[in-house]
């Protein structure tokens, strides 16, 4: 039994090609493909993966309805989007001119808040007292210090590779590590500052070891009335997605759309026309249907019948609009539900309702008759659902 028995040779070769070509492009990707991310990277960047990426809290905090987005654009245009409501988080930031501390001093002038990480976090902010890199090399179970809603987030590890000065009396140590701050917060002007001695409690291998991820939360504040903007800017090359699918895997991919283009032309020059009719031509236009359809109930005289089809529409409709869905009511049920819903409604139109109603089972309805209820019905109808978009009856 042959492959594709019921295709042309030529064409169930052309085909075989295809899928064979389609095969090994999809395994050379796989196999020469950069790998999207690598656990030995130290930025907690918020599109890495890898167990110091940042993914993970970022994805969490726009699941939970934190109202938080990227910044990728140059930190000096955040200043003029910030305000009380503010939270930026800089995690591991690495600045490279002073306007990058211009600005986010700023920030905190305008009361806005600021987590920031690391020894060179400790240097943006503005007052900062962090002290040179130390490598502790191992995770430290945090020591609560006093009684502010910071320290008590709970069970805290992190890998310090910073401290912080004790020249400051009015910084307040809210976690050590071994005599060590490693949760410092303080006010700077109207706003606030925040600071950890790493990003260790955020990043996506650490986040859910004991009480991190309260940590975390506790350090943003409340998202009612918050906006969180999460710094990309000053973590150097900012990773995109399309960044993962650079190198030989995108020039793949474009060799691979190159020669399914070269397939499409060859394909369509063999057959060198349409394989298939053309549509037959539209036989009546809509308005010669609606004049075909309404000689037909003309000549039946079924003028009842046109009035009964825009009446049940109607009453579906407004059964809808006044949480009646699927009831079935007579005219003056239907009249009494609208009132009481939209009481400023004509008073016509329980009246044309009631006429509805008897024009149904009436067989000697005549045309005029039905054709002024059928309209009647749609007046009201728009009327009423004008009324109830905005909440009053035109």
Known sequence: MKLFASLDAKDRKLLIGCICAVVVLAVVTAFFARSEDRDNNPVPSTYRTGKHGARAAYELLKANGYDVERW??????LPALTDE?????????????PEDFKAVKDIVARGGRVLVTGWLGGILAPGGNSLPP?????????????????????????????????????DRVEYNCAGSPAVVEYKSGKGEVIWWASSTPLENGSIQRAQNLNLFLNSLGTPENRHFYWDESLHGEVYSEWFYASGAALNLLKAGLFAIVLLVIFSFSRRRGPVRDLPAPVRATPVEFLEALGSLYAEAGASATSVDLAYERFRRRM????????????????????????PQAPEALEKDLAECEQAIGNDTLQPKKALALVQALSRHGEALDRAARARTYD
Not at 85 to 97: E, G, H, R, Y
Request: aromatic residues 8%; charged residues 20%.
């Open 134 to 170: 130390q490598q502790f090399g191992a995770a430290c179970k945090l020591t609560p210090q006093g009684l502010d809603p910071l320290a008590s987030s709970g069970e805290v590890w992190m890998v310090p590779e910073a401290a912080w000065g004790s020249d400051q009396p009015l």
């Open 72 to 77: 990728e654009r140059p930190l000096s245009d």
């Open 85 to 97: 409501q503010t939270v930026v988080i800089f995690a591991q930031p690495d600045p490279s001119s």
């Open 319 to 342: 059964g809808d609009l006044c949480g009646l869905k699927g009831t079935k009511m007579s005219a003056e049920d239907l009249g009494f539900a609208l009132r009481r819903r939209f």
